[in-house]
T-cell receptor, first 116, second 116 residues
Framework: DAGVIQSPRHEVTEMGQEVTLRCKPISGHDYLFWYRQTMMRGLELLIYFNNNVPIDDSGMPEDRFSAKMPNASFSTLKIQPSEPRDSAVYFCASSLRAGGPSGELFFGEGSRLTVL | DQQVKQNSPSLSVQEGRISILNCDYT??????FLWYKKYPAEGPTFLIS?????DKNEDGRFTVFLNKSAKHLTLHIVPSQPGDSAVYFC???????????????FGKGTKLSVKP
């Protein structure tokens, strides 16, 4: 049974370039989350979707960040233009419910982004 | 301001002994708490959870204790094994006003090293 699949695993790019991170959630999970992990801030929620609809994007740092979920099996997180301070590990996670029992998050392996 | 705090960035324990990881929270509205475990280059994986109506939940070698009056959780691992060496994240959740479960708020993690 495949888990959450993220690509790319590693991305090194130059400042100003566009970055697109991709995620395939676990089939049947109605919720999809994008998290960012940094040393300073730990794991912080950027945005989450329910049934492909964005529910809360208050964690998206600024307009350079955008996320889409065109269908139940695919989501993208785009940064345009990228900046060095965007360097982090970006995790996608999915869950059956919004939380509580049986609402545990299943994380992908993460996409490590380095912006030079 | 951090709503979930893990004040010990690291912990070292001898194999076979007990590991005790601590977590404090500030929001009294949190009603569900979880621990996630993360190995290097992998995403966090769910370990154990506890509802605010309980003060203890046990799963094999892992036990989570909740002290609501102190707004404090602990995760006990007994006996500790070298394979338990990982970063452990505490997370908390609250119900939204509409009754749905709110977002997970993560602590910054504690790196546990279990020495053979």
């Amino acid at each position: 049974d495949a888990g959450v699949i993220q690509s790319p695993r590693h991305e090194v790019t130059e400042m100003g370039q566009e970055v697109t991170l991709r995620c395939k959630p676990i089939s049947g999970h109605d919720y999809l989350f994008w998290y960012r992990q940094t040393m300073m801030r730990g794991l912080e929620l950027l945005i989450y979707f329910n049934n492909n609809v964005p529910i809360d994007d208050s964690g998206m740092p600024e307009d350079r960040f955008s996320a889409k979920m065109p269908n139940a099996s695919f989501s993208t997180l785009k940064i345009q233009p990228s900046e060095p301070r965007d360097s982090a590990v970006y995790f996608c996670a999915s869950s059956l419910r919004a939380g509580g029992p049986s609402g545990e998050l299943f994380f992908g392996e993460g996409s490590r982004l380095t912006v030079l | 301001d951090q709503q979930v705090k893990q004040n010990s960035p690291s912990l070292s324990v001898q194999e076979g002994r007990i590991s005790i990881l601590n977590c404090d929270y500030t929001n009294s509205m949190f009603d569900y708490f979880l621990w996630y475990k993360k190995y290097p280059a992998e995403g966090p994986t769910f370990l154990i959870s506890i509802s605010s109506i309980k003060d203890k939940n046990e799963d094999g070698r892992f036990t989570v204790f909740l002290n609501k009056s102190a707004k404090h959780l602990t995760l006990h691992i007994v006996p500790s094994q070298p394979g338990d060496s990982a970063v452990y994240f505490c997370a908390a959740q609250r119900k939204n006003y509409g009754g749905s479960q709110g977002n997970l708020i993560f602590g910054k993690g504690t790196k546990l090293s279990v020495k053979p």
